[in-house]
């Protein structure tokens, strides 16, 4: 009998012979003590000449791998491996028995062929279940990628959630130096980066050729991601470390061929410029400011200007981008967030750090400016290469002009998501291909879509307008009727809020996410916010608007006696006056600026948890339909012409990746849009469409009922799933596919405004809960069942996608991100965002977050307030640990009359080994204290348990 697919053995063996062909030594290694003994011989032939010849000892061994792990988190560990960007070699130094100091080189980032490449496979690890590693790849004796494999036909997401497994049960020691995790079941293959906290399978990621082609294949997969020369890059070069959230950024693979192709441009065609199309969401400022890092370092370029438009630099931004920058001592921070040019020139004259960010605004003016220019005239001909994001916006302008004719050697390099074509010219007739040359790379909405690294959308058109031979809401001219007039029409104003406000938990999963409603002009944003208000007294949404206004508004004349608001900025100011008093804040036009950015960061940080601190709909003009970027944003409302490239802008707001729960951005638009969308569409995926919109509600219902249909030949009723239970795991998948697959189409059509249970003549919406319930029994089920000698389940072949099914919870890793995110800059929001926290710990239901509670209320209440705003609120937390870690353990010396170095030592095997491996030094500290036997062991458990709970308590991870 033929086997219907290839085992995981035979997949295991086949990938063993190709890294072997790539040029990786197969070493064989049992366990643990094999992976750490084996390390231990490449660190001493790495450095013997550093050694003189004398190995390390057992203690100098021990105090080399606290150096490494001790209680460092993953993200520690992987910048320690790495070294600095101007010293890129992981290195530690000890002190050896005699009381001398060496230096210890683990890693070298520099040259891939100074280092050590090797595979095992089948590494067993004895911790709370014993693990067996399928392939680890090994870099000068250390666990660097992790590659699950499941045999062919098992759905990928099952090796995913395996890595979970095995990062809770086992990664531990030496295993948490892994960088990337790989996961194929022969046939599709995804990489993923490791991290602290909880992993997120939409963020796994495909491998491909410069051409945006999938290497899904695991031998296509490893020609290309596993040659030791690229898998070296991805280590030493392309990953980025995020200093705010703690997390390590693998690149991907557009990212990367576009960094490198900017690196050839500079180097080999420094006469000429370039461009970078790289669709919006897709990651691009991440990859301009790598490509800027590596020019700064690797190229004869004095200097590496990254600019900005100032109207896209909110003061987020402007902190996520130091937040993957390094901060060299005794300089300001690459980034130029204050208003001070006097700043930038000294930046500018700076020999120590050759990468500045800036605005094209602020630049502008260094140049215009005659205090400056005798500073500034060593960069006529000096060679300079400008980075220049958003290059659809304002490098077009008479600014661009004033700074090419300065910077006479310059080479520009631009990033756009939609780049200007003939289509889309404006008045000044250039295009992005007469500004800057050459496309370098490109990867277009259409790939990133089908790659799942942005959403789809979902476009809905809703007629507004009624009537005989009335106009299409769309058409911009039409005879005899006054089309503003009718467009801004109260009653047709009030239709569309009366519709959101009906329809705006359904679209948005019962407000798990937050809209952007987008209009035509101030006056009409006014004219909706005080519709919301009056339509919706007890304020169910939260609702605001934003824009900015001119000092004198041609229809000031005519409003004077009118009901409406004198001018936007007088109906701005109301607004406002509203907005302070449902969130206690203190904000005027006065102070725009810091009603824009608390605007900004509560549309970022919504969480339906915390309703009373959202946004839940805000009313635009223009701001915030570019540049803004937030995975909580699924809707946009539009009532207003968008065209070309601002239509896609707008449109990509909504389409971050964030959980299951968001399957596309939602698009509704109150006004006949279709050609503009059709045209926009069309013109930025290089004439393919069919991919970025969601089947439409008559095609999904078409498929809800077949699902529905499959779902009762198998389960009659909810009920009848009980019997499933008694028949076996296989009669069990085939209920959970049936419906996991209803669950994935409802997912998508209720957003649509025609879809109602109630209109079903075969599915309410009692049968969808009560089956729903009867599913999430059957995953229970599976995870119970893991806790047996033999766990394995035909069930363990498919991915449950619980997301859909299941609320987020508030745990040690949300609370933790949480506290990341304080903004220690403004006083007001450091307190809400203390407050908020304190709230969700006083309520707290996990029992890992319980032990933690007392401890991170403390670091609110006491830590906190007192730091300056330019502290890492993550490095402080980290540090406070430690410190209230070395309290409680001296605290508990005293208490079972032992010395620290006793409990430390107790703390640290079972930290690094997972259990008390050598108990001398206890036993020695015990005899020493004249116990009796039944005194010692008494005080032995009392150590195992105080040691077993600090380990939970004072560690995040």
């Keep these: 009998m033929t086997r219907e697919y290839q085992s995981e053995a035979e997949l295991e063996d086949q990938l063993m012979k190709r890294l072997n062909a790539l040029g990786y030594k197969t070493i064989k290694l049992q366990d643990e003590k094999a992976v750490i003994a084996h390390f231990r011989d490449v660190l001493n032939e790495r450095n013997r000449d550093r050694l003189k010849g004398k190995v390390l000892t057992d203690t100098e061994f021990t105090r080399a791998l606290n150096e490494l792990t001790g209680s460092k988190t993953i993200y520690q560990m992987a910048q320690l491996l790495r070294g600095s ?68 036909g098992v759905e990928l997401p099952q090796a995913f959630n395996q890595i979970i497994r095995y990062r809770n049960e086992s ?59 690229r898998l070296h890059s991805l280590i030493a070069r392309y990953t980025i470390f995020d200093s705010d959230a703690q997390r390590i950024l693998v690149m991907r693979p557009y990212q990367v061929y576009a960094v490198e192709a900017i690196i050839d441009r500079v180097q080999n065609h420094p006469g000429e410029n370039g461009y970078i199309w790289h669709t919006t969401g897709s990651g691009k400022t991440i990859t301009a400011f790598k490509a800027s890092q590596i020019i700064a370092q690797k190229t004869d370029a004095k200097k590496v200007i990254f600019l900005i438009d100032r109207s896209d630099l909110d003061t987020q931004t402007a902190d996520n981008f130091n937040a993957y920058l390094p901060q060299i001592k005794g300089e300001s921070r690459a980034l130029d967030r204050i208003d001070s040019t006097k700043m930038l020139v000294e930046q500018l004259q700076s020999k120590s750090n050759p990468l500045i960010v800036t605005t094209i605004q602020k630049l502008n003016y260094a140049i215009q400016n005659d205090r400056y220019k005798d500073l500034l005239t060593p960069y006529h001909d000096a060679k300079v290469v400008f980075i220049e994001d958003e290059a659809h916006r304002s490098q077009f302008g008479e600014m661009r002009k004033g700074i090419n004719r300065w910077f006479k050697n310059a080479q ?48 809905q058109y809703l007629n507004t307008i009624h009537g005989k031979d009335v106009f299409l809401d769309g058409n911009e001219m039409v005879s005899g009727i006054d089309k503003k007039e009718v467009m801004e029409a109260d009653d047709r104003l009030e239709m569309i809020v009366q519709h959101i406000l009906l329809n705006h938990g359904q679209i948005t999963h019962n407000r798990h996410y937050n809209a952007i409603l987008a209009v035509p002009s101030t006056r009409v944003a006014l004219k909706y916010y005080e519709l919301f208000k009056k339509l919706d007294p007890e304020h169910q949404l939260h609702v605001t608007t934003i824009f900015t206004w001119e000092a ?7 409003k004077q006696d009118s009901k409406e608001t004198l001018t936007s900025r007088h109906g701005l100011e109301s607004v406002i006056k509203d907005y302070n008093q449902m969130f206690e804040t203190n904000f005027s036009t006065d102070k725009f600026k810091d009603y824009f950015n608390d605007v900004s960061r509560r549309m970022k940080q919504f969480d339906y948890q915390t309703p009373e601190t959202n946004i839940d709909v805000l009313i635009v003009v223009n701001m915030f339909l570019t540049g803004f970027d937030s995975p909580k944003l699924s809707t946009l409302y539009i009532d207003k012409k968008l065209q070309w490239h601002n239509l896609i802008q707008a ?9 299951d729960s968001k399957p596309f951005g939602n698009i509704l638009a109150y006004r006949n849009m279709k050609q503009d969308t059709d045209n926009a569409v069309r013109l930025f995926s290089a004439g393919s469409s ?22 009762r030949e198998i389960s009659p009723t909810p009920q009848s799933v009980d019997n499933l239970h008694d028949l076996g795991d296989e009669a069990l998948q085939k209920f959970v596919l049936a419906f996991r697959e209803i669950l994935r189409i409802y997912n998508k059509i209720r957003v649509y405004d025609e879809f109602d249970f109630g209109k079903m003549a075969d599915f309410s919406h009692q049968d969808m809960e009560s089956y729903r319930s009867k599913y999430a029994t059957a995953y229970q089920e599976l995870i119970d069942g893991k806790e047996g000698p033999d766990p394995s389940s035909v069930l363990d072949d498919i991915d449950f996608e619980i997301e859909l099914i299941a609320a987020d919870t508030i745990d040690v890793g949300y609370i933790v991100n949480l506290i990341h995110a304080i903004n220690l800059k403004d006083e007001d929001e450091r307190r809400q965002d203390t407050r908020r926290i304190k709230k969700m710990l006083i309520n707290a239901a996990d029992p890992n977050l319980q032990l933690k509670s007392d401890l991170l209320q403390a670091f609110l209440e006491e830590i906190v307030p007192k730091l300056d705003p330019e502290d890492n609120v993550g490095n402080e937390l980290n540090q406070y640990l430690i410190r209230k870690r070395e309290e409680s353990v001296k605290n508990f010396s005293e208490e079972v009359h032992l010395p620290e170095e006793v409990i430390k030592k107790e703390m640290d095997d079972v930290s690094f080994y997972g259990e008390h491996v050598n108990t001398k030094a206890l036993n020695e500290a015990l005899n020493a204290n004249g116990l009796k036997f039944m005194e010692k062991r008494t005080v032995k458990s009392r150590v195992k348990t105080f040691v077993t709970r600090a380990l939970k308590k004072f560690v995040l991870s």
């Design 85 to 152: 960007d101007y010293q890129p070699k992981g290195k530690i130094v000890i002190t050896r028995d005699d009381n001398s100091e060496v230096y210890l080189e683990f890693f070298d980032g520099t040259n891939f062929e100074q280092n050590k490449f090797e595979v095992a496979h089948q590494i067993t690890v004895n911790a709370k279940y014993t693990n067996r590693y399928d392939v680890t790849i090994l870099i000068n004796g250390l666990p660097i990628v992790q590659v699950e494999l499941k045999r062919r």
């Design 171 to 229: 990664f531990r020691q030496l295993f948490r130096f892994i960088q990337i995790f790989v996961i194929s079941n022969g046939e599709d293959t995804r990489y993923f980066a490791n991290n602290d906290g909880k992993l997120n399978s939409n963020f796994m990621f495909y491998w491909t050729d410069k051409k945006n082609h999938w290497l899904n294949e695991i031998n296509a997969f490893s020609a290309s991601f596993f040659d030791r020369r």
């Design 412 to 459: 520009h390099i631009g990033f756009t998501g939609t780049p200007i074509f003939a289509e889309n010219v404006g008045q000044d007739g250039r295009t992005t291909e007469t500004l800057y040359g050459e496309c370098l790379h490109q990867y277009l909405i259409k790939d990133a879509i089908r790659d799942r690294n942005v959403l789809g959308f979902s476009m």
């Design 552 to 558: 004198n508004e041609k229809d000031n004349e005519e």
């Design 651 to 659: 449109f990509s707001r909504t389409n971050r990746i964030e959980l």
């Design 690 to 711: 069919e991919s970025l919109f969601v089947p439409s509600y008559d095609e999904l219902q078409g498929q809800f009922d077949d699902a529905v249909e499959k779902l």
